[in-house]
């Protein structure tokens, strides 16, 4: 029998409780489809970095090149550092992982589309969340998707490719 695929996912997607706020972001067809031939290890940047739950929210601020992770509130609240010492932390147990579906528009795991801000302005243009960024640099061939993009069937099916799975929805 083939051994499932192990799949991170941003723990939130999953239904944990570990949003800025409490809440969730949970993705039925995550858990309930994929969960049906797939495993789990659920990760969340923000906790694994000690911030808790609830905690001050953050957002991506700074030139687009160099973006930072601050509170929003207290903008002296600057956890780059930290996403990145964790996403370095994590490296050795992601190298066992199929593939990553991180969560859209995040400061720490955003693909892409996650708002930047300066000096209260929001940029024009958008970035990748800090976790989510070192991430990719780190695992160039771990195959990265955020839940977004697979409501869309043709992304759903290059990503289960990349992954080596099939699965009829």
Same mark, same amino acid.
């Given at each position: 029998?083939?051994?499932?695929?192990?799949?991170?996912?941003?723990?939130?997607?999953?239904?944990?409780?570990?949003?800025?706020?409490?809440?969730?972001?949970?993705?039925?067809?995550?858990?309930?489809?994929? %969960?049906?031939?797939?495993?789990? =290890?659920?990760?969340?940047? !923000?906790?694994?970095?000690?911030? +808790? $739950?609830?905690?001050?929210?953050?957002?991506?601020?700074?030139?687009?090149?160099?973006?930072?992770?601050?509170?929003?509130?207290?903008?002296?609240?600057?956890?780059?550092?930290?996403?990145?010492?964790?996403?370095?932390?994590?490296?050795?147990?992601?190298?066992?992982?199929?593939?990553?579906?991180?969560?859209?528009?995040?400061?720490?795991? %955003?693909?892409?589309?996650?708002? =930047?801000?300066?000096?209260? !302005?929001?940029?024009?243009?958008? +970035? $990748?969340?800090?976790?989510?960024?070192?991430?990719?640099?780190?695992?160039?061939?771990?195959?990265?998707?955020?839940?977004?993009?697979?409501?869309?069937?043709?992304?759903?099916?290059?990503?289960?490719?990349?992954?080596?799975?099939?699965?009829?929805?």
């Amino acid at each position: 029998m083939k051994s499932r695929p192990l799949l991170a996912v941003s723990a939130c997607l999953l239904g944990y409780s570990v949003r800025y706020d409490g809440g969730d972001k949970y993705e039925p067809w995550i858990v309930e489809v994929l %969960g049906k031939v797939a495993d789990f =290890l659920p990760i969340c940047p !923000e906790e694994g970095i000690g911030l +808790g $739950t609830p905690r001050p929210p953050i957002r991506l601020a700074g030139p687009p090149d160099r973006p930072r992770a601050q509170g929003i509130a207290d903008p002296s609240l600057d956890v780059t550092g930290r996403l990145r010492a964790y996403a370095l932390e994590m490296l050795p147990q992601l190298g066992n992982v199929s593939g990553y579906i991180l969560k859209s528009r995040s400061p720490s795991c %955003g693909l892409r589309g996650v708002k =930047l801000f300066a000096d209260g !302005e929001r940029y024009s243009r958008e +970035g $990748t969340g800090i976790y989510a960024a070192f991430i990719a640099a780190h695992l160039p061939h771990l195959p990265l998707v955020d839940e977004e993009e697979l409501r869309d069937p043709r992304l759903r099916e290059e990503f289960f490719g990349k992954i080596g799975l099939r699965l009829k929805t």
